[in-house]
């Protein structure tokens, strides 16, 4: 935090940029001093001086730089970079000022993994999911940072098809992207990383917890029964703890993922004579804000209900219970999923009545539908398809990949 504040008292009421929106030579040069960024001017390798042509070639004030900026504490207008009025508070408030750091953190793909003269890192071109599923794991307790590499590989190359002959080169420069995200958390204090494993800071893993709205210590938290009505025997439920300060918007998400739907259809949550949900323009419908309104706003205590319709068109209804009302403990962290049966139906299969023609066609053979819809569903065989089977870890898993 000292770099952002001494970067802001430099640029005090003004600064004047480059034509192409850099800080001039001459004030990075005073600059890398007075920050200290660790920033090389004039590199010399072997007998030779390569000379700093522009304040672009400094990653340590570029980042600087660029978060200030990310953070809303400068912003550049007409070729120069002055001071935001509304954020000068922030510099008196040192906290404050490190959790508008971290919330910019994952906008700062330019800053971290600097695009190179060969070729950028995936994990540049996917950085916010990839920060947000990295801390979302990190959230879960210390991690090797070898299984954090992995995690950020997964999800960085997922959208992209790579040759295996370049699969090496490739996955080396995302890995050392990732360690650079690890070595920047840390540096500002989000993370430690020692031996070889990560693990969130109490300031970290505040900041992570305000920012998701999830209890801390002693705070209420809500174990949920939720079961999707109508799927006959066996009956899918789940049961799983959330916070009460949680938004509507983000318990639609932990629903999504405890039960093993997808996500990319429209919901509705009910609650007496109140519906919430994210206004569609395909449907006219009268919603409340559901990013606006927090769980605890509409649970009355234990035993109430709450409805939620996933997919407007099949209608799959679930029934909320809030079975009891804890207090957060010290170590445990929310959402977490703690029971259930039943698997998800799949998506698209034409609601309960498409469901249970599915499983029928899935348990003969002989069925009409059968080889089609076994191939409809992805599967190898119908046996592949257990309607009773749920795996409490993969739903934990995707619980992880949440924030």
């Not at 929106?21 to 390569?50: C, H, Y």
């Not at 206004?279 to 709450?306: F, K, Q």
């Amino acid at each position: 935090m000292r770099e952002l504040r001494a970067f802001v008292e430099w640029v005090g009421a003004g600064r004047k940029l480059t034509a192409t929106g850099q800080i001039t030579l001459a004030d990075a040069r005073a600059l890398v001093s007075l920050l200290e960024t660790g920033d090389e001017l004039d590199p010399r390798i072997g007998d030779r001086v390569f000379r700093t042509k522009s304040s672009a070639e400094l990653p340590g004030l570029t980042r600087v730089f660029l978060w200030a900026r990310a953070a809303g504490l400068v912003r550049t207008v007409k070729g120069r970079v002055v001071p935001v009025k509304k954020a000068a508070g922030l510099l008196t408030r040192p906290h404050a000022l490190w959790e508008a750091a971290f919330e910019a953190f994952p906008t700062l793909a330019d800053a971290v993994c600097p695009v190179g003269y060969w070729r950028s890192s995936l994990l540049h071109e996917e950085f916010a999911p990839v920060v947000r599923l990295l801390l979302a794991r990190l959230y879960g307790g210390a991690v090797p940072v070898a299984e954090l590499r992995e995690l950020s590989w997964d999800r960085a190359s997922a959208p992209f098809i790579i040759e295996e002959p370049e699969r090496v080169g490739v996955r080396g420069i995302n890995d050392r992207d990732t360690d650079r995200v690890l070595a920047v958390l840390d540096h500002l204090g989000a993370i430690k990383v020692a031996g070889g494993v990560a693990e969130l800071t109490a300031l970290g893993l505040g900041a992570l917890r305000r920012s998701l709205g999830e209890a801390g210590p002693g705070e209420p938290v809500y174990e949920l029964k939720v079961t999707l009505l109508g799927t006959g025997d066996p009956v899918v439920w789940r049961r799983a703890r959330v916070s009460a300060g949680i938004t509507l918007a983000r318990l639609h998400r932990i629903l999504v993922a405890v039960m093993g739907w997808e996500g990319y259809h429209l919901h509705i949550f009910t609650v007496g004579e109140k519906r919430y949900g994210h206004p569609s323009g395909e449907w006219d419908l009268d919603l409340g804000d559901e990013t606006a309104v927090r769980l605890a706003d509409v649970v009355s205590g234990a035993g109430a209900r709450i409805g939620w319709e996933y997919d407007l068109g099949d209608s799959w209804e679930h029934e909320i219970v809030v079975e009891q009302i804890l207090a957060a403990g010290e170590s445990a962290r929310y959402p977490d999923v703690m029971a259930g049966e039943g698997a998800c139906p799949p998506e698209d299969c034409g609601g309960t009545w498409g469901y249970r023609e599915f499983r029928a066609a899935l348990a003969d053979p002989a069925h009409e539908d059968h080889e089609h819809l076994v191939g409809w569903a992805g599967l190898a065989s119908a046996d592949e398809f257990d309607a009773a089977r749920f795996d409490p870890d993969t739903a934990r898993r995707a619980l992880l990949e949440l924030a």
